[in-house]
């Protein structure tokens, strides 16, 4: 029987270089000659593509809490379903760019739903499959905006573009879901050059690697 996989999600508000670091994982994990899989949310496959383009660039006045909560669990769902079940069945690593706890964050904390409305649609959606380590990338507010203006230039999608308090909601609670969760979170310091904050990321998973190397 072939052993299960290992699913790695990186979390993080916008400009937190968690994209960079997803993508230097998967580099170091495919150089050490392992299965990786790299995929995103919303997104990693065709059907969340699609609901990934409603939900960031929305028709008409773009949706309510609700249904923005809805659309980020219809895709996840078929994510989960498609891509990273099968991935992790045949023992594959899955490097996800974000997951979850994105919507536990932003919709369930800065949107105002509650945790428990979030937890509930993921158990409905995907049976409430969780990573086996979730890295969250933490960066100061200060250096965040100074990323931000550099690489949306003032034209962000319609999460990205919420205003300052939404996004400070959205990181005081992955830092909450981290605290109140220490065994699911593995919380890395994001200042720093991608290089020095990869070797972080690399120490804090440890534990995960160092069996399979
Ligand atoms: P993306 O361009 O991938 O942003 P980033 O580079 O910051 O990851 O867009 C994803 C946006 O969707 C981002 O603003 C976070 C948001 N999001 C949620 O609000 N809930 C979720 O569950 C997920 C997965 C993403």
Redesign the pocket.
Known sequence: MVERGTFIAFEGG?GTGK?TQARLLVAALAERGFDVVAT???GGTPGAEAIRTL??APPGDGWYPRAEALL?AAARSDHVDRLILPALERGAWVIS??FVD??RA??GGAGGLGDETIVALHQLGSGGVRPDCTVLVDVDAGTVSARLAQRDGGDS?A??GRDAAYHAQVAASFRALAQGDPGAFRVVDGNGTPEEVHSRVLQALGHMLEPAA
């Open positions: 916008e994209s995103r949310e919303p939900l960031l980020f760019d974000r994105s919507s932003y919709q999608d999460i990205g």
